[in-house]
C-alpha cells in the first residue's frame, strides 16, 4: 500500500464535474483506491462515494492504492488532484 496526502484546490471541490474526472482517472489503474476525509474512507473508483466524502476546497485528502500499479495509481492521482480535476 502506498498513500500521499494532497489538498484539493479547485473552487468546487469535490463535487460534480471534478468528481467525475476524478473517478475516471480511478479507473485507468487496476489498483484499489480509497481516499480518506476527516477519518472516514470512501472508494475512490466510485462516483457515490467521492461525492460521499464532501471534501471542499481546502480539505486535506488522502489517497491510498493498494495493488499491482499502486505507485503509478497514486503518481496518477496525486497529478489529477494537483491540476486541478478539470477545471479551467
Known sequence: MVKATVTIKNKSGLHARPASVFVKETLKYKSA???????????????LGVLAACARTGTEIEIQCI?????A???GMVAAVEAGLGEE
Do not use: C, M
Open 73 to 75: 495509481a497514486l503518481k
Open 67 to 71: 495493488g499491482e500499479d499502486e505507485e
Open 33 to 47: 483506491i480509497n481516499i480518506i476525509v476527516n477519518g472516514k474512507e470512501y472508494n475512490a473508483k466510485s462516483i
